[in-house]
């Protein structure tokens, strides 16, 4: 049974910073990619990052370029999202996510993805 729980959310002021986590189990990792999205009240669920397990290759969001991080410990079976410089606009819930297309093809659609996590909630206070 797949699993994806997320931890790390919370409240944080303008210009600060949160790490998230997500907690996978039950996937085959090396043929995952893992990947983050939001969704704010009344929007659509936003690509944010992904990584794949195995090689490590990574695609990012303009809207946070330079702005999040997203990496993964293998051993661990976690993936983090380092998100510095938060705006208010990137208030939203975090959604980890599992895939077993492209780190590209994830930042495509949230449609059709294999596996989500619950969602964990970032508020950023102006």
């Known amino acids: 049974q797949v699993q994806l729980i997320e931890f790390g959310g919370g409240l944080v002021q303008a210009g600060g910073s949160l790490r998230l986590s997500c907690a996978a189990s039950?996937?085959?990792?090396?043929?995952?990619?893992m990947g983050w999205f939001r969704q704010a009240p009344g929007q659509e669920r936003e690509f944010v990052a992904s990584i794949r397990w195995s090689s490590g290759s990574v695609n990012i969001a303009d809207s946070v370029t330079g702005r999040f991080t997203i990496s993964r410990d293998n051993a661990k079976k976690l993936v983090y999202l380092q998100m510095n410089s938060l705006k208010p606009e990137d208030t939203a819930v975090y959604f980890c996510a599992a895939d077993r297309g492209s780190v590209q093809a994830m930042g495509v659609t949230p449609y059709g993805i294999d596996y989500w996590g619950k969602g964990t909630l970032v508020t950023v206070s102006s």
């Open positions: 039950g996937l085959t990792f090396s043929t995952y990619t």
